[in-house]
């Protein structure tokens, strides 16, 4: 049987689980509907604002590690463009793209009056909901963004506010910083209990870009000076599946779906992990910008490979992996060690790994020293053969 990557999201099939974040992908009309045309199963418009600004010239830059592009950072602001000119568009992408799910996405301040205006503009625009933006990480100055995310009741008030705007004409999903550690599950609960009809989360995360050691300058720079960037790519994932899960504990994840963001890729563990960590679907913006909205056709053949491969459904995966977490304090007392397997090739790679002594080499493979191995697994992990398990 050939494999299906239809999702339903609130009662509307998506037609893959791939949808652009709210970011340079989704800036404009043409932009969305150049990624309609490529395949992507929807969009959410890039942040709305009642006053747009000017972006800094220059804002964007990206981290290598061994000539690997492994982070994107940005100190990119929310749309130039009006809610005005923004409701023309979304009005002309509903029809010419009716099987394509559009949310508008909003950052407004602290004024939950800006959060009615703005979501009222957008009543009978027939778009399918809206994105609250309570995450974006460089809003030091405007106090909007991530400075809402981290005020739960603010988070609450303002989603109850937009709900008593829409009503059911608009679902609304609110859109989680990653900063709220250990409390994303509350925040979530709490903008559900106020009305929110799904979660998203997470935005780029706030940082600092890297100082040349030479010209003793911070890379990233508008003129000779540089702020808070939002860190995404690859480097956020394991934040991205930290805030995912957390929120998949507390809230009915079945009824509320849950949108994750952070380092989706074209691999096709970064597509599973959030799958299996309870996500609806995924939303995914770096690698759009670095890549071109082409590579949807790349995300869909790895996820329907992997699909036909193993004989799965997305059903049968999503929150799979979740009963396997819990606190440190529920985690067995269970004394373990290192034993080697004849997969070991003798490379030694993980003698520098072990600070308790327990690796020796050995004439075909190494040896482990029983009574020195303290059981921390950190062999096991580095191993590059998978020679190493935990007994
Ligand atoms: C240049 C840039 C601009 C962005 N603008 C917005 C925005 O306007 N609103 C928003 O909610 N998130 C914005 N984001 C965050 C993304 O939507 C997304 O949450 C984040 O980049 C993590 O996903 P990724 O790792 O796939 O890039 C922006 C990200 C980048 C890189």
Redesign the pocket.
Known sequence: MKSNLKVNFLGTELINPFIL????PTKDYETIRNAFNAGWAGA?T??IVLSPTRNKKS??GHIRHQNNIIA?Q?Y????VYSPYQWKEWVIRLRNEFPDRLIFV?F?ASSNIDEWKFLSESFLETNVHGL?L?F??PHSDHDRK?SAIGLDHNLCASITEAVKKTVGKKLKIMS?LPYILHPNEGTVAKMCIEAGADAIAG???IAGLCEIDPYELKPKLMTGDKTTTV?L???I??SF?RLVITQIAKTIDWKRYPISA?????RDIESIIDYLSLGANHM?????V?NHGVEVIDEMKATLLQYLEKTGRTIDDIRGKALPHFTEWDKLDSQDRIATVSDDCTNCQACISYCRYNAIMPGAAKINIVDKNCDGCGSCYSACPNNAISLN
Do not use: D, L
């Open positions: 974040a709210s970011a340079p959410i890039k942040s804002r964007i994107t940005n990119e602001m929310s749309s996405s950052a994105e933006n995450s974006c963004g859109k997470i935005n780029s939002g995404s790519y690859h956020i994932r991205g963001i952070g380092g989706v890729s939303q995914v913006c770096s690698e910008m």
